[in-house]
C-alpha cells in the first residue's frame, strides 16, 4: 500500500552535487528499513544505499564515501546526498522498502533521473 514519489534528479557534471528527496505515502514498518536503488539502461536495478529505523546506514563500495542516506520519519522522507558525481552514476534512481539483503518490497514509483556528463 506504500507508494513513493521521488525528485531532485538532473543533468550534472562530473564533480557536481546533487541531493534526491523520497517522500512516501502510507506507513512502513519498524522491521523494515528504507533504500535507495538505481537502475541504467539495460540494467537491473542496483542498490546503492540503506538505512534502518534506527539510523544505521550502509552502502556498497561503489558509491562509499560520495553518498549519504537520512531519512525524516515526522515528515516521512528519505533523501540521499549525492557528492563527487561520476559519469557511471548515470541513473533513474529510485526509493524503496527492504527486509533484508537490500530486497526491494514496495512497487516502484516514478523514479528521477540523474545524467552526469561533461
Known amino acids: 500500500q506504500v507508494q513513493l514519489v521521488e525528485s531532485g534528479g538532473g543533468l550534472v557534471t562530473p564533480g557536481d552535487s546533487l541531493k534526491l528527496t523520497c517522500e512516501y505515502f502510507?506507513?512502513?514498518?519498524?522491521?523494515?528499513?528504507l533504500a535507495w536503488y538505481r537502475q541504467a539502461p539495460g540494467k537491473q536495478h542496483e542498490w546503492v544505499a540503506a538505512i534502518i529505523d534506527g539510523g544505521q546506514t550502509n552502502y556498497p563500495d561503489s558509491v562509499w564515501g560520495r553518498f549519504a542516506i537520512s531519512r525524516d520519519n515526522a515528515k516521512n522522507t528519505v533523501s540521499l546526498q549525492m557528492n563527487n558525481l561520476k559519469p557511471e552514476d548515470t541513473a533513474t534512481y529510485y526509493c524503496?522498502?527492504?527486509?533484508?539483503?537490500?530486497?526491494?518490497?514496495?512497487?516502484w514509483g516514478p523514479g528521477t533521473l540523474v545524467t552526469v556528463s561533461s
Open positions: 524503496n522498502t527492504y527486509a533484508a539483503q537490500y530486497r526491494p518490497l514496495g512497487t
Open positions: 502510507g506507513r512502513i514498518s519498524s522491521l523494515y528499513g
